[in-house]
């Protein structure tokens, strides 16, 4: 009787590990969509048109590597903060109180600010940004830390922006994954 209850046909045994298989597969997904969700705590960033560079844009003054101040175009963003680093979320990531720009806080060496000398970090709030996941109809690919200014810039492009460090702006590291308004 026992031995009866314990057969299972071999058909059976790979219909449960194919299911297991596929639950445990949509589970890592599932938590890197989940994290290019918008957050409506924070006012807007955006794209600028001039150096490429994503900034804040709820700030009196703000400096650009193109000269003068940014110039917003395309999508609002609203940005993912706190919360801990993952293998598809770096954290380190601030608003430079200079500038305005999105810059990775992680080094010792701040990168170079166009309002001059290194990125300061606004103590506000510590971004945790998606990176290597699908992007979404709310969420856009390309974007990427410049090895130079340090800053976060949109590299979709074959024109790389202007780097306060000089000509373009260098990609390095993870694509991120940014969340947006429509």
């Not at 380190?92 to 010792?108: E, H, I, L, V």
């Not at 990427?144 to 306060?164: E, I, L, T, V």
Request: glycine share 8%; proline share 5%; hydrophobic share 35%.
């Amino acid at each position: 009787m026992l031995s009866r209850n314990l057969q299972v046909s071999k058909r059976r045994l790979l219909l449960f590990a194919g299911s297991v298989f596929i639950v445990q597969s949509i589970r890592p997904l599932n938590k890197a969509i989940a994290s290019l969700s918008v957050s409506q705590d924070r006012p807007y960033w955006r794209f600028c048109n001039k150096c490429y560079v994503m900034f804040y844009t709820d700030a009196e003054t703000n400096s650009c590597a193109a000269g003068g101040t940014h110039s917003a175009q395309g999508y609002k963003f609203r940005l993912p903060f706190g919360g801990s680093e993952t293998p598809t979320r770096q954290r380190s990531w601030r608003c430079c109180k200079k500038c305005q720009a999105m810059f990775f806080n992680g080094y010792s060496r701040k990168g170079i600010c166009p309002a001059g000398g290194g990125h300061v970090a606004n103590q506000t709030f510590a971004y945790v940004l998606p990176h290597d996941v699908p992007g979404t109809p709310t969420a856009q690919t390309d974007w990427r830390f410049c090895n130079k200014c340090h800053a976060m810039f949109f590299d979709g492009y074959s024109d790389k922006g202007q780097c306060a460090a000089g000509e373009s702006h260098v990609a390095q590291g993870y694509n991120f994954v940014l969340p947006h308004s429509r």
